[in-house]
């Protein structure tokens, strides 16, 4: 596979349950375009997807047009609430020739697609056509707009293109059980925190970066003054995984009165990564939103989003100097995509008491892509 055609072919790869006998992907699923374009069926078009959220939508009649992972998926959709202030997700392309319905938000009381004429309710059910009098077996369910499954956690909305793999209370599951009795229905959006990146490597190096503590004190600084880096713990989910660690004496940290989990401790922050892609950070502040979102199979985006329940302490302790954070970050992924053209490196090894969250990871990733090669028996 390493041969002249190198770069081209994605080598299948089985991830060992056992972390003290697993490798880490090959580095051809880091740098191809066939990793790229599997983990776009396999994966984003099957799973939960960050898609906006109810700042504005609980106004009926409002809805908004989004592109779903744009160059990845690309899915043209509508967030569009009806008289009733029900929000649903649906298909923005009209069932007659393709055209978008909506290209602006706004507030509407019907949807009316502006290259022919066809009309929709705001739930995305067909209304009207003109010059149709003589078509046959029309309309049909079909001429309606599809609908998307859609979930919501406090103010975020999310949904996904195929019926997903998990239903997306048990994708969540973990999260609302642990955060039991954070005020998410005050948290509001802050626009001046949203922030986009685009960073030169693989979505996965990104995301692999993020669930390990192992590089904090080598790499954040300012971080790693914030926390005990001691007391980093990382929690395996079902579809995902927690880190947390104790805040610094004389730094902000959550709560957590007797009965509730973590009770006595002085936690600093709760990192939470859902796959494939999205990370929820809780502050004692609010709440940081992470979407990691592919490019390509050496590029990706990601967009931070901001929301707030506590202003006071923003720039305090784990949640405070995020921007500085995410540069370090950006600046050691990208060295380690270009550590992954190399010739002579192929697979690592990881360390048990510090990457089992990357070992999580890499075992959803192996199942998702390569199913049939799930044998477990490297390094045995």
């Not at 697993?22 to 066939?34: M, Q």
Request: hydrophobic share 35%; with cysteine.
């Amino acid at each position: 596979m390493r041969g002249t055609e190198r770069g081209r072919a994605l080598e299948p790869f089985d991830i060992n349950p056992d972390i003290r006998r697993a490798a880490t992907p090959p580095s051809s699923f880091y740098r191809t375009l066939e990793a790229f374009e599997r983990c776009r069926e396999n994966i984003f078009a099957r799973s939960w997807q960050y898609v906006g959220d109810t700042s504005r939508l609980s106004q009926a009649g409002w809805g908004e047009p989004v592109t779903l992972l744009p160059t990845t998926l690309d899915e043209p959709l509508l967030l569009q609430s009806d008289e009733d202030g029900r929000i649903h997700c649906l298909s923005n392309v009209c069932t007659h020739r393709a055209n978008l319905v909506v290209t602006e938000a706004g507030e509407r009381r019907a949807l009316r697609c502006g290259y022919h004429g066809r009309k929709f309710e705001l739930d995305g059910t067909f209304a009207s056509m003109p010059c149709f009098e003589e078509v046959k077996n029309f309309p049909a369910d079909t001429d309606s707009l599809p609908e998307l499954l859609l979930g919501q956690f406090g103010p975020l909305l999310f949904t996904s293109i195929q019926p997903p793999e998990v239903g997306f209370d048990d994708w969540l599951a973990p999260v609302a059980r642990r955060i039991s009795g954070l005020p998410l229905d005050a948290l509001v959006l802050d626009p001046s925190g949203t922030r986009e990146f685009d960073v030169a490597s693989s979505w996965a190096l990104y995301v692999e970066n993020y669930l390990e503590g192992f590089h904090i004190p080598f790499v954040h600084a300012g971080l790693n003054a914030a926390i005990e880096w001691e007391s980093y713990e990382t929690e395996c989910l079902p579809w995902g995984v927690l880190q947390t660690a104790e805040a610094k004496p004389d730094e902000v940290a959550f709560a957590r009165g007797p009965g509730q989990t973590d009770a006595g401790k002085r936690i600093a922050a709760y990192y939470y990564w859902l796959f494939p892609n999205l990370m929820l950070n809780f502050y004692p502040w609010g709440l940081s939103l992470n979407v990691v979102e592919p490019r390509g199979h050496q590029n990706c985006t990601v967009r931070y989003r901001v929301y707030v329940w506590d202003e006071s302490l923003r720039e305090q302790g784990a949640g405070s100097g995020l921007d500085s954070v995410e540069m370090e970050d950006e600046t050691i992924v990208e060295q380690v995509q270009r550590g992954m053209q190399s010739r002579l490196y192929s697979r690592g090894r990881l360390s048990p008491s510090q990457e089992a969250g990357c070992h999580r990871f890499h075992q959803l990733l192996a199942a998702a892509l390569h199913p049939e090669e799930q044998d477990g028996d490297e390094f045995e």
